[in-house]
C-alpha cells in the first residue's frame, strides 16, 4: 500500500467526506489515506458465496452481513478499512449507513498484494474492535481457510481448514460451511488433488 500523500493529514471526518465523492475506494490509517487495489474474479467468486451462504444463515435474525463498500472504524486505531466480508448483530450499527464499528466477524479474502497486510498489521488493528470474535482468511489460490478465534480470556487461538476436513465452522454464527460451495465456480488447487499428482 502506497499513501497517496505524505504531505498532509485527514481527519475522520475529511476522510468520509472525500470518500463520498470518490469513485476509488480508499481505506484510511491515522491520517492517511490509500488507494485500494482491484481484486480478480476468484476473489469476487468466494467473497459472493460467503456472502450468500451467510445471508441465508442469517434471515430472520438481527444480524447484517455487509461486503465490498461498507467500511469497518476502528477508532482507536483510527482507522476505516473495507473488509471483503463481515457481520454485525450490534444496534449501534444501524445508526452509520456508510461504516460500522461493532462487527462479531470479519472475512478477508487473500490475494498476493494484500495478504502480508491482512495477516499483520490489519489483523494487529481488527483486535481493538470490542465485538470482534473470528477474523477469518480465505485463501483464492488454494482451498484453505484460516480462522482466529477470541475465547474468553480474550486470547486469539488458530485454527486451518482442508478439504481433508471438508467443513468450516464459524463458531461466532453457529455456522457450517462447506469446502464445495464456499469454493463453487473457482478454479483453485485442492490439497488432495496436488497429493494425487505427487
Not at 467526506?17 to 475506494?25: D, G, L, T, V, Y
Amino acid at each position: 500500500m502506497v499513501a497517496l500523500s505524505d504531505s498532509f493529514f485527514l481527519s475522520p471526518e475529511e476522510y468520509l467526506q472525500q470518500e463520498a465523492q470518490s469513485s476509488i475506494k480508499h481505506e484510511y490509517i491515522n491520517g492517511q489515506v490509500y488507494a485500494m487495489a482491484g481484486t480478480t474474479d476468484s476473489h469476487n467468486i468466494i467473497a459472493l458465496n460467503l456472502a450468500s451462504l451467510i445471508r441465508n444463515h442469517l434471515r430472520g435474525t438481527n444480524c447484517r452481513v455487509y461486503f465490498a463498500d461498507i467500511k469497518v472504524r476502528l477508532e482507536k486505531p483510527n482507522c476505516f478499512y473495507y473488509p471483503d466480508l463481515f457481520v454485525t448483530c450490534d444496534r449501534r450499527d444501524q445508526e452509520t449507513s456508510t461504516y460500522k464499528r461493532f462487527p462479531k466477524l470479519i472475512i478477508e479474502v487473500l490475494s498476493d498484494s494484500t495478504e502480508a497486510f491482512d495477516r499483520g498489521d490489519k489483523f494487529n488493528d481488527y483486535q481493538a474492535i470490542e465485538n470482534l470474535q473470528e477474523y477469518v482468511l480465505v485463501n483464492s489460490k488454494h482451498q484453505r481457510v484460516e480462522i482466529f478465534r477470541q475465547n474468553e480470556s480474550r486470547m486469539w487461538l488458530y485454527q486451518s481448514y482442508s478439504p481433508i476436513n471438508p467443513t468450516i465452522f464459524l463458531q461466532s454464527l453457529d455456522l457450517t460451511i462447506n469446502f464445495i460451495n464456499l469454493y463453487e465456480d473457482v478454479n483453485v488447487v485442492s490439497p488432495l488433488s496436488q497429493n494425487s499428482l505427487n
